[in-house]
Nanobody, 123 residues
Framework: QVQLVESGGGLVQPGGSLRLSCAAS????????MGWYRQLSGNQREMVAT???????FYADSVKGRFTISRDNAKNTVYLQMNSLKPEDTAVYYC?????????????????WGQGTQVTVSS
């Protein structure tokens, strides 16, 4: 059983910064892609940033130049540094782990989500 636990959300003023963290635990040898998604109430969940275990990153156009994703593969942890926050960044942010190997010989499989953390950007 794999669990993802996020932390770091909260209330911040426009122009401020927050850093989200997500730690994966359970039977994990390696994680293929880890990423962050966000969802406004009633809206579809959208990709914010993803990072492969090899370091390849993708960002939504709306966050390029402001957000930075990073990960510590030894700790199965992914981070999202959010700078120059705007009110439109307000959402619930979810961590995702796509493709987990339980041991060296197994294939990447499964897709897992964290419980979400609220980020509110408001003055």
């Amino acid at each position: 059983q794999v669990q993802l636990v996020e932390s770091g959300g909260g209330l911040v003023q426009p122009g401020g910064s927050l850093r989200l963290s997500c730690a994966a635990s359970g039977s994990i040898f390696s994680i293929n892609v880890m990423g962050w998604y966000r969802q406004l109430s009633g809206n579809q969940r959208e990709m914010v940033a993803t990072m492969s275990n090899g370091g390849t990153t993708f960002y939504a156009d709306s966050v390029k130049g402001r957000f930075t994703i990073s990960r510590d593969n030894a700790k199965n942890t992914v981070y999202l540094q959010m700078n120059s926050l705007k009110p439109e960044d307000t959402a619930v942010y979810y961590c995702n782990a796509d493709g987990i190997k339980a041991d060296f010989w197994s294939n990447f499989q499964g897709n897992h989500w964290g419980q979400g953390t609220q980020v509110t950007v408001s003055s």
